[in-house]
């Protein structure tokens, strides 16, 4: 009765679990690294991410449930669920997505490998010549890294690091130790240092071979243990809990720099919240590393494929390789930046707005025109917020040449960014010294928006140019990241954005600002105003809808306004890329809701906002997310696009998103995805190729409503139509989603520990 019960309000719930919807993102990427159509260089990419991304999931979003559990606080998860049924529910799926990306691997991935021109192969696989090149890879550069540690009474239990590829070697002494009697086992750990490749390369005639280092490892760990005999040598690797941000520090005196330092030092010994292990294990490795870190079975994962597929990287990095994943064709020319208007950006910026659509269009004029103006002599200063950079970032390399040139230059570097810590305080660091004015974040928020501004004197008058968008400033990620920015010198925008540059950097308190709306003052609020006006138009009979495009949906308060409009007939369509805990095409709550998602050749990373407003709508653009986050713990700024041509481009956008049906996949009401199709007379449209090919008459031609805007493709959604069930799934017809189902073995619970990290 008690498991049913759980599945049970798991179905009730008018909202999807966090965790879980994260979770059945990774196995839309997993689906990518399924697919036949692909080469087998990007199917190794994309597992290559599932690897990554559940990494940072273990670390972030299991490591924030073991804050409430180890603290003994009460948690109830959007399902419904308390932290100790919820753990149990979460594990069980990550189990299963863990088992379907090893037999990914193993048996659609890897028996392709030989007619690609490469293997990857165990020591016993080799050739005579390529063990002796092997062993000498291991005498000259892996084992003067090795240090083996000995955990037993005399010795303390070492620090494992997170990440890191482990042995757990057990030997038995044979009478010659001083420190063991004849015949006692002992435990010795041996740590892989990270900064040594994931594989050994060997050319075999025409094929590469790649020897994962741990295979090379354990056949010389007998000149490690060298008058003992191993009776075991077991390869793990841990995940620490690296949930330690600051975002909701009430501390607004903190030292920001020092407290950032101090959760880096607090990452590498976290509590541990996962363990992968190879099959067949020792049961007395396990034993002690379980009660170590007070873990059960749920935490402990059996790899059977290769432990940390982020290695197959390395893959793809070799010289042989280069170039062999999907070609993405150059950028091409902005719709709103005609041929040779970058020569005099400064000129053209004056009478015209640009809108930028990364990847598809370059991230240069920006990164240009701030190149520029660090040598203009008419520039007087630069303002830019920064959350991640490039590495040898052309954006740091201008703003220090500014400083030289005697230009105020003043940065506000968000040293909260996850992962990104320790290079934007170096970063900043370099500024400072050339005498930028740095911030290092915002007192308790993380500063999350995307702006620049550079102010230049142009005889009597002071010009403000001002670049504003959702993603990044840094080159690398702009050509795999989908991101819409918009360059302006609009006399209102540069208000609105000095006004927000005076709040975050002093003390500030804007008057309204007149075309951004910005969190975490009142964008909820702005939001929830304007779905309401379309509540109104809807019940007066007006046309009425949204379209909304973003990273994560998960604000309670937000999804019951969607929910609220629903009810009262408002067309909503969704396009979230990751998280999303509404719950749509639910009778009585949000029929009218439709939520997809696209996940392919590129990471869609644009937030964009569209309302329609009885036939004048309203488009927005920013950095925030529908998310708790976004709107209290987080600096963020969207803006809205006025330029009727602007705007035209943006709706467009939309419009191309919601006509994609190659690479986009439909939530149903029970939360799980399925795969959208073309129906018969609907010709293929794959988004992340068909915006090489918009021009300006594509663009004029998208009414600023389209009936498509407000279509729901409900027989799709409820599984009768065109749809294609997605993962996960199993052979049985009509399986039913993991997450939705009890264990058949259930997760034993074994909780406790004092290890604890900040909650994010």
Not at 216 to 221: D, M, S, T
Not at 302 to 314: C, M, T, Y
Request: glycine share 6%; proline share 4%.
């Amino acid at each position: 009765m008690k498991l049913f019960k759980s599945a049970d309000l798991i179905r009730k719930s008018k909202y999807i679990s966090r965790d879980l919807s994260w979770l059945r993102f990774n196995y839309r990427v997993l689906d990518q690294a399924k697919d036949a159509g692909r080469s087998l260089f990007d199917r190794l990419r994309f597992m290559a991410i599932t690897s990554s991304n559940l990494d940072e999931f273990f670390m972030i979003r299991v490591g924030s449930l073991y804050n409430y559990l180890d603290y003994g606080k009460e948690r109830v998860d959007y399902s419904g669920l308390r932290e100790l049924p919820f753990r149990r529910k979460l594990l069980d799926f990550a189990h299963r997505f863990v088992n379907d990306q090893s037999m990914t691997y193993l048996n659609e991935l890897k028996p392709l490998f030989e007619k690609n021109g490469f293997n990857v192969l165990k020591m016993a696989e080799l050739t005579e010549l390529e063990l002796k090149k092997a062993d000498g890879y291991f005498k000259n550069t892996i084992f003067p890294l090795l240090t083996p540690m000995v955990y037993d009474s005399y010795h303390g239990f070492p620090l494992m690091m997170n990440s890191m590829l482990i042995f757990g070697v057990v030997t038995r002494s044979g009478g010659g130790d001083a420190e063991a009697e004849k015949g006692q086992e002992r435990l010795t750990f041996v740590q892989i240092p990270q900064n040594l490749s994931r594989f050994f390369e060997l050319t075999r005639k025409d094929k590469v071979i790649f020897v994962p280092i741990e295979e090379i490892v354990r056949a010389n760990l007998p000149k490690l243990f060298r008058n003992v005999e191993i009776v075991s040598a077991d390869l793990f690797r841990i995940t620490r809990n690296g949930d330690f941000t600051l975002e909701e520090s009430d501390d607004i005196d903190v030292d920001f720099i020092k407290e950032i330092q101090l959760g880096l030092k607090t990452r590498k010994k976290g509590r541990v919240v996962r363990l992968e292990v190879e099959p067949n294990a020792s049961a007395a490795l396990t034993g002690v590393l379980k009660e170590r870190w007070n873990i059960d079975n749920g935490n402990v994962f059996v790899i059977n494929s290769l432990i940390d597929l982020k290695g197959l990287l390395q893959i793809l990095k070799h010289p042989n390789f280069r170039g062999k994943g999907a070609k993405m064709p150059a950028p091409v020319q902005p719709i709103s930046l005609p041929e040779g208007a970058e020569d005099n950006m400064f000129e053209y910026l004056k009478t015209h707005d640009v809108l930028l659509h990364h990847p598809y269009n370059s991230i240069e004029p920006v990164v240009a025109l701030l190149e520029k103006a660090a040598e203009d002599p008419h520039v007087l200063g630069i303002k830019q917020t920064i959350y991640r950079l490039a590495d040898d970032s052309r954006v740091t390399a201008a703003l220090l040449k500014a400083a030289e040139n005697g230009k105020h230059v003043s940065v506000l570097f968000e040293v909260k960014a996850r992962f990104d810590e320790e290079r934007n305080i170096r970063e900043g660091a370099k500024l400072e010294k050339a005498g930028c004015f740095v911030i290092y974040g915002v007192s308790k928020y993380k500063t999350h928006t995307k702006m620049l501004m550079i102010i230049r004197k142009e005889g009597e008058k002071v010009t403000r140019y001002v670049h504003i968008g959702s993603g990044n400033y840094n080159e690398q990620t702009s050509r795999i990241y989908t991101d819409v920015s918009m360059l302006t010198t609009n006399d209102v925008y540069g208000h609105d954005v000095s006004e927000f540059f005076n709040v975050i950097t002093g003390h500030s308190q804007p008057d309204d600002y007149e075309y951004l709306i910005t969190a975490p003052k009142d964008m909820r609020q702005q939001l929830i105003s304007l779905i309401r006006e379309e509540v109104r138009n809807a019940k007066k009979g007006l046309p009425s809808g949204i379209v909304m495009k973003m990273n994560s949906l998960e604000d309670r308060e937000m999804m019951d306004e969607f929910y609220r409009a629903s009810k009262a007939g408002v067309p909503i369509r969704f396009i979230v890329r990751g998280i999303c805990c509404l719950r749509p095409g639910r009778p009585g709550l949000s029929e009218n809701i439709e939520v997809r998602s696209i996940v392919g050749d590129f990471l869609e990373h644009s937030r964009m906002f569209y309302f329609h407003q009885a036939g004048d709508p309203k488009v927005y653009a920013g950095s925030a997310d529908l998310m708790v986050r976004s709107f209290d713990r987080r600096i963020e700024a969207l803006f809205l696009i006025v330029n009727p041509q602007l705007k035209r481009e943006a709706i467009n956008i939309l419009y191309f998103n919601l006509k994609d049906n190659q690479n986009t996949y439909l939530m149903r009401e029970d939360g799980a995805y399925i795969r959208r199709q073309p129906t018969e007379d609907e010709p293929a449209f794959n988004v992340h190729k068909e915006f090489y090919q918009r021009n300006y008459g594509m663009v004029a031609e998208t009414a600023l409503y389209d009936e498509y805007l407000c279509r729901a493709e409900v027989s799709a959604v409820r599984g009768t139509g065109d749809g294609q069930e997605s993962v996960p799934a199993d052979d049985r017809p009509n399986a039913p989603d993991p997450a939705d189902s009890e264990p058949e073995h259930p997760v034993p619970v074994d909780l406790g520990g004092e290890e604890l990290q900040l909650e994010a």
